[in-house]
């Protein structure tokens, strides 16, 4: 009973969890030359999932095709997927792009400028970022769909389901 008690004081005084940091707001001028992305646009609507990849980077092409079915599978779900492709040349990452064909926006970050201001140690990295604009997940090297979904699913509404009928009530014997 003691232990109950010492446990429960000792839980009340360590105070509320700390909430995770924010992402900081970037803009980056998207590669196909339809305008830019600015994060702070999403902020309040969807979850966000910002991948730094690079066309030079072994794991970030054989991961590309598992990015792509996750956003096409999530974007209905309130979940807008970027990437930023970093250390690249312009016409590398649209040889990259165009290779693997993605669909979500992307944009260049040669210089490094996003991707430090986020942590950033290397390709690939994703950061997941929920719809209050805290970072929920950094996820530095290599990652698979299953483990997105692990972080994704309890963060967007649920996809609507078939409608299924009411069962029909039993016919009543005259």
Not at 100 to 106: G, V
Not at 121 to 134: D, S
């Amino acid at each position: 009973m003691r232990l109950a008690i010492a446990l429960g004081a000792l839980l009340l005084a360590a105070g509320p969890a700390a909430a995770a940091p924010a992402a900081p707001a970037f803009t980056v001028t998207l590669l196909d030359g339809s305008g830019h992305f600015d994060s702070r646009a999403h902020l309040g609507k969807h979850v966000l999932v910002v991948r730094f990849q690079a066309s030079w980077c072994k794991v970030c092409n054989e991961e590309a095709a598992a990015y792509e079915r996750v956003y096409k599978k999530y974007r209905a779900r309130g979940v807008e997927l970027v990437s930023v492709q970093v250390q690249d040349t312009e016409a590398d990452a649209r040889h990259f792009l165009e290779a693997n064909k993605t669909t979500y926006p992307a944009g260049l970050d040669p210089r490094l400028k996003i991707a430090n201001r986020f942590g950033f140690r290397g390709t690939p990295y994703t950061v997941v970022i929920n719809k209050r604009g805290e970072m929920v997940a950094r996820i530095h090297g290599r990652t698979d769909e299953a483990r997105l979904a692990r972080i994704l699913d309890p963060l967007v509404v649920r996809a609507p389901g078939p409608k299924v009928p009411a069962p029909k009530a039993p016919a009543r014997a005259k």
